[in-house]
């Protein structure tokens, strides 16, 4: 029997932070960038009259067309496809009309796997896999497998058992 690593999508497989600031950017003729987000979320990095828009995004449609995959992420997650059971753990309670179009990103980008294997919650820990990798330590709470922290810049300064700082990283520790 093959062991499962369950995968989270946003700002592990995809930089949906980068899409966050673009909007904000935009919206708000600002300039925050990733290093402003050091060890922090954007909403606390945003004056207090922008938060409340700022956590909507998501609830937007258009928000995940297109984002782009982090490097190497499709080709990794298809190599490990061939040796374990992969799931994609996205926590889409929070935002329930992401639900379509994170399904519809899924598609498009990892389509060597089985919307079967897409699992849209809120707690991860009612994923039953040997693995779990996630930016968002939280996760990990009650989680009964291994949890491997994928560094964003929010969680930099948070110590974790297992680190990867990238997709590479990802096949080191999978595929040795």
Request: charged share 25%.
């Amino acid at each position: 029997m093959r062991k499962r690593i369950a995968i989270d999508m946003d700002e592990t497989i995809c930089d949906t932070m980068a899409r966050h600031l673009d909007w904000y950017n935009t919206e708000f003729q600002q300039n925050l960038t990733k290093a402003d987000l050091y060890a922090t979320k954007i909403y606390h990095r945003v004056p207090e009259a922008h938060v409340a828009r700022v956590r909507a995004y998501p609830d937007i449609p258009a928000f995940f067309a297109d984002i782009p995959p982090y490097e190497d992420a499709v080709e990794v997650i298809r190599e490990l496809h061939e040796s374990y059971e992969i799931v994609i753990a996205t926590a889409a309670m929070e935002h329930p009309t992401s639900f379509a179009p994170k399904y519809e990103w899924l598609v498009k980008y990892l389509p060597f796997l089985s919307p079967m294997n897409f699992i849209f919650c809120g707690k991860k820990n009612v994923v039953q896999a040997d693995y779990l990798i996630d930016d968002s330590s939280r996760h990990f709470e009650g989680f009964v497998g291994q949890g491997i922290l994928f560094s964003a810049p929010h969680n930099m300064e948070e110590a974790a058992d297992v680190r990867v700082n990238n997709w590479r990283d990802v096949r080191a520790y999978f595929l040795r």
